[in-house]
């Protein structure tokens, strides 16, 4: 547990490792992703999982007015913070997962408009073994997990204000060995996504 409240401290650096002129953490993009997918299954007995559904919020910056040296060396990435909540297709034996990743998204292959977008974080799962109610649930036995995914996003159209992208990627959500039997649940998606873009907000400074 210790292991998993450093990465999220450490996770939380990056949101607001902002140049102080940049006001730190003001997003100044926000990002609604439609999922779709499957997950392998843990073992011949766990609970089948069936049509799966995700919804994920991103809230992003993409650091253009950040002066720090690791934003340019990396070619001013998109940074923020990913809410999610993810629907396995079986209520009553996986439930529902419901994440909170910050994430880190940069151009890749120099192709325009190819982007990878990679997130690690927390989740909390409704469902977990129990050893009279959920016995073949060998993929989760605690209520908090890691959570992480890597996403391949392409972006079919872009606006001023707008984008929509198209996306491939993996996620996987277990308790990094916390708890046995731990399994995880290992799923790939596909995605579509808008992205609004506007200028970042600064708070109102009153002088006195």
Not at 166 to 188: A, T
Request: charged share 15%; hydrophobic share 40%; aromatic share 14%.
């Amino acid at each position: 547990m210790n292991r998993l409240i450093f990465c999220l401290f450490f996770g939380c650096q990056i949101l607001i490792a902002q140049d102080a002129d940049s006001s730190r953490f003001y997003p100044n993009s926000f990002t609604v992703e439609f999922l779709g997918g499957n997950t392998f299954p843990a073992s011949d007995d766990a609970p089948k999982t069936k049509n799966e559904k995700a919804l994920m919020l991103h809230f992003g910056n993409n650091n253009t007015n950040n002066k720090q040296d690791w934003a340019f060396r990396l070619g001013f990435p998109r940074t923020g913070l990913m809410l999610g909540v993810i629907d396995y297709g079986n209520p009553s034996r996986i439930g529902y997962s419901i994440s909170a990743m910050p994430f880190f998204e940069t151009n890749v292959f120099n192709i325009k408009n190819l982007f990878v977008n990679a997130a690690y974080g927390a989740s909390f799962l409704t469902k977990k073994k129990d050893p009279i109610t959920n016995p073949n649930n060998t993929a989760v036995t605690t209520d908090i997990n890691w959570a992480c995914r890597l996403f391949f996003q392409y972006q079919l159209i872009t606006t001023n204000n707008i984008n929509w992208r198209i996306g491939f990627g993996y996620m996987h959500q277990s308790n990094g060995h916390f708890r046995l039997p731990n399994d995880g649940l290992n799923s790939l998606f596909v995605s579509t996504s808008l992205q609004e873009n506007y200028k970042s907000r600064k708070p109102m400074i009153v002088e006195a």
